[in-house]
Nanobody, 129 residues
Framework: QVQLVESGGGLVQAGGSLRLSCAAS????????MGWFRQAPGKEREFVAA???????????TYADSVKGRFTISRDNAKNTVYLQMNSLKPEDTAIYYC???????????????????WGQGTQVTVSS
């Protein structure tokens, strides 16, 4: 079992930055691929970014096209935490952001919600224009 708690959300003006954190409890955090998803009002939840387990060759990251070049996902296994650095925020980034953990043994981190085993409660990000 893994419990995930997101933090770092808030209200920011367009063009600003926020860093989201997701703290994981439980064992074997390093064995999980981690992802960030978001859900805007009236819309379905969508993939944002994901990072693989750390291997000898490092970790693999993947991003939604809408955030590529603006958002950066990273992880600190010593702190059992995954981060989402969000720069150049836009009003359309407004959503509840969720982190998720995938115990599947996949080479590349998944973009599919159903492949994630554990989810946090979410943190609200609001970007004003």
């Amino acid at each position: 079992q893994v419990q995930l708690v997101e933090s770092g959300g808030g209200l920011v003006q367009a063009g600003g930055s926020l860093r989201l954190s997701c703290a994981a409890s439980g064992r074997a955090f390093s064995r999980y691929a981690m992802g960030w998803f978001r859900q805007a009002p009236g819309k379905e939840r969508e993939f944002v970014a994901a990072i693989s387990r750390i291997s000898l060759s490092g970790s693999i990251t993947t991003y939604a096209d809408s955030v590529k070049g603006r958002f950066t996902i990273s992880r600190d296994n010593a702190k059992n935490t995954v981060y989402l650095q969000m720069n150049s925020l836009k009003p359309e980034d407004t959503a509840i952001y969720y982190c998720a953990a995938d115990y599947g043994d996949r080479g590349n981190p998944s973009r599919r919600e159903y492949e994630y085993d554990y989810w946090g409660q979410g943190t609200q990000v609001t970007v004003s224009s």
